[in-house]
């Protein structure tokens, strides 16, 4: 609520603004009613928050002579000064007396989010600008790229390039197309002529495509009207699609010349590397960052074909990965706020009560990558009133439940999750930490320790409750105060991510509980991202890589170019292309089948950073049975390159202050740096910013 | 969330359905953003609720056989049988199989409020069917008079009819047109020719209208552009203005034959009448009718030149004179809808602390004069959360207190509403009460008995705190736990309506406060209307009568031909028409200026109900002075007809039990029923429906 007065010394670019929020939360209203089953919408299932379609903007300027600025609007709009309600102006030029002066800007649009660019020699729109909803509050306005009168943010979407098919031929007496790979966009036909109706199947597998009866996406379209719409010759069909083939069955006297598509992706760059002496493993780390960058959008989505939604478990994941192959921040914050949406909270994130907590730790995870303290100050507000909307659905036990209409997750397996299911518990732990760090960040010690000592006493509480003297792990769910003797991997799985095991109970849970044969496994790629990190965090690289090139090289070996939702050795066939109960329900494209990004990034070149935005950080490679490996991981401002073999590690930083940690059964040098001896074979070397470090050693193969 | 199975019986017309309230919200934000200033939009300044954009109804039928149902939405839509989800329906002819089976129907519109009709042999939309908006909740649609394919929700609007000037002259050379009387509509020029500008300046007043500078409500428009959008020779201007006279200054050589306008109405039926032996009052009633026929809109509006914004305020005046005239329960809810909007509450209605109970109050009246309970019902829920949101902004000894974001406004008058305000407490106390009656009407005692004891517990504390032995009445507020010495008439005003004190309570207020000439007299209409209301309560029909002559008779002497937003016979001439500093700022056709229906109809007529519905009701008239008078008042089902002089009093009810109440000097008498002496000149005849009752009796005068 505190007004600024701006001295304008000629400032750089004028930018669109908006209400915080809005431009992510109208794009993904939009995004969320895209998925079409076989042509027919088929919306997101929760509540789908709005852009305010009514806003004030304001800005306090300080002119030493009148200036003439341009405004436009997105919406109608309506000027006035100093408070002066009843001089309003709608012009597109106006010119600013000389002096201190207060602007306000009335938007309303009621379709796109209202956005307003004003251009003038010194004022101009940008993020020193404040914004209402007429809720008693100013809040710094929202910006992003648009940069430009003609570049508005309604008009924002991802980018198109020409592609070809690799392949034509006829199939029973129809066009059939492959692409070569998996890819997303709009089919295009060139010289299209006659009259008839053409209609198009599309597969992520060859048996999709030609199963004009149970394909998932499909299209038709009337030659004679496609016609009408042609632009230099080319009708572009007007839905992207996912697919690598397409069949297209058109009635007789309708030709074309030929068929290419838009490919439609976001522009990010590839800042991850990973090159090693096993081929598939590169194969697999390529078709990773292929599958991930398909899936990276206006938001991180589940699935190109399917759901096409965003989801907060799935995007906790692709945070993740990206963090280990893009860092796009941009589409980062979009996902954490359109996931967020607005108030009033009734339902949880997705309806999934597991999900408003993965949002938390996505929040934590985004600070502990990027140091970006201005957007959790943005967007503080929004997380206090989640927590205080999961923290009221606590049971007389202090533990978190899930109300009848709540959806509790954790996983796709044979469990209930009835009652306070310890998973639930560890999740909120991290999260309460999350909040402590933050309002100790934004300097509400107060709020801090509340939030600290709830944590601490949670997680007291669901170790005590839940651990199991017998088993040796921590027990599933406990109903009416009556812990259940069901043992599952999942609690174990986050307490050991987020450290709340002391050494004794983390050796036991993981003789006891991961690698226990009895225990049921984890069969769910999504449940095994968590899985193999926590193998990896317990020294089980070996056994990961060997998991790695078996699940994510069984697909290779099918034939997949990217991966999928889900992969059982056991199906045959077709059978592989099932799920839902649905022919063709399984997506073969699926964000979270490209976890070995994050577990290679993180585990086997061994980066990570150790405090926020990667001003100090670590690095621990592991071979992990592989003979030599290269890479590279971005970090907020660079990136750290890692080589290693049996005896030999180079590392190169260009940021901030890294820790080389590593084992060597003989005595290493470096001519670079001094090597800190641990004892027991483990040693340390600092990493300063832009040298390069040589470390010779052994490795105990 | 229970569902129903709906056994047809071949059932009535198919109509428009929606997610409840989302009609009325969505025409909301549409008509709050149609105000202009000199053209330039001027939006409402609070928050804009918005319809929800992702819905999905739910049927479940029982059909002996298979049938055919068209399927329209506005918006996409997708259907699916028995929550078969990967097998959905975009086409507009479905056939449904015979049995029984849950039909569910996505429906997404980001631009108006999604709705939904379907129409078969027996399968229909109709408010048997529910929706939800993704929130764990199954709601009765919402659903009004859309019955047919065409007739569709977003396309509603206001009826128009053609109306010509009555004179037309030319002043410093421009055409100058009178319509007679204010009027509002559109302008519509005939067989316009030539290039070139044309200025059109509206007046309210002919000042107005002839102040190119300063009149409030413009238009311009190329006449060449004009011309392009004629339709059958004319040529009709986009938006709608309030006005009498209009001035045309359009460039050389843009000619055209003739100026009319179509005049913009909700077709209402004139349900009331009143003729006395005083012209001039039947000629007030008349026009505060044409008054609150123009300001009864999509909703019920303020005014229609300035602010056409929907107030809590104005709206519970409104409501009150709408059961007196048109008894029009449609544009009622619409209001009651619009103003509650959505969660989450954080700024109260129009910003207004007092608007928010006004809310409450205009239910209770809504109940009183309808028996409505099903609405009720209906948005119960957001009445128990505005609810909660007031109480929470109790101070410690329990008083409701404005937030500094607050505008606690009682009325346009010099006090401070500072700290807890008498007439807010009295305010909260009658809300509390309606609360308490509509819990118990909804079968939740512990709720009502809940409402019911904090009524009686604010209700006592208001009297015991406020209440000032020396100066005999309810003081004005109280800061910081200390009661201010500060007497004005509005706490007593409504504490009197609600009929919150005791005998002498009320005798002293009257004269020492209501009568007292010491204590600072009330100078707006809007609190006139509960001041006027009050000393008829107290048998000062007289002096109310007298008051109205000169009042609104004043502004008939001046030539109004609807009554205004203000009127100080102290003013002159062009002084009259200013308003909050702007030279033509004063609304010349306020809906709070017709309030004489209400005084007239409840107060002089003497109806109104005793029980919900006019189940039971009251007749009480008082000729005030007058020789003679008759008239009708609209009940729920029918009408009250009363006609009375000095000898004679003649009732008429149609439908439910009247008491007639009146005093006589001599013994009176009745053929059709006895007369039940009440005492002290007292006397009481009961009205049954459809007979007529003749009254020989004599009047004090």
Known sequence: MTKQTNTQTNRQMATWIWYPGDFEIRLHEKMSVKRLARGVM???????????????????YDLPQEETIKVVAEGTFSLYIDGKDNYRAGDAVITLPAGCHEIMVSVFNDLEAPALYIEGPNVKTDTSWEVTSYQNEWKQAGAWTF???????SHFQLAVTQQEPISKELHEGYELLDFGRETFGYLRFYQLEGSGMVHIFYGESLEEALSAEECYSLDRFNAAEAIGRMVEGVYTLHDAKAFRYVWIQADPGVNWQRVSMLYEYLPVSYQSSFECSDSKLNEIYDMSLYTLHLNTREFFIDGIKRDR????????????????????????????????GKDPLVMHCNTILDYSLYWFVSLYDYYQFTGDLDFIKQYYDRAATLMDFCLRQRNAEGLLEGRPQDWVFVDWADFENTGAVSTIQILLVRSLEAMSVFAGLLSDPVASDLYGALAEEIKEKTIRLF???????????????????????????????????NQEQRDSVIQNVMLNPDVAEIRTPYMRFHELAVLCESGQHEHVLEEMLSYWGGMLELGATTFWEEYDPNNSNVTHYSM????YGKSLCHAWGASPIYLIGKYILGVMPVSAGYETYLVQPNLGGLKHMKGTVPTKKGQVTVEMDFSKIRVEGTHGIGTLSFTSVELPSCSEADIKDLGLGKYEVIIEPGKSYLIRYKNKE
Chains 1, 2 share one sequence.
């Open 147 to 153: 940069d430009s009168l003609e570049n508005s943010p």
């Open 467 to 501: 651990w199991d003297d017998e088993k040796k792990g921590l027990l599933h769910h406990r109903i009416e105060g009556v812990t259940q003797p069901i043992l599952t991997k999942h609690a174990s799985i986050f307490a050991l991510t987020y450290g709340y095991l």
């Open 42 to 60: 088929y919306p997101a299932y929760w509540r789908l928050d709005r852009h305010y379609s009514n806003i004030k903007f304001r800005y306090t």
């Open 309 to 340: 939604w965003v989801w907060s478990g799935d995007a906790y994941q692709s945070f993740l990965m990206n963090y280990y192959s893009f860092f796009d921040l941009d589409v980062t914050r979009r996902t954490l706020i359109a996931l967020r």
């Open 580 to 583: 839902y109960g649905v022919t």
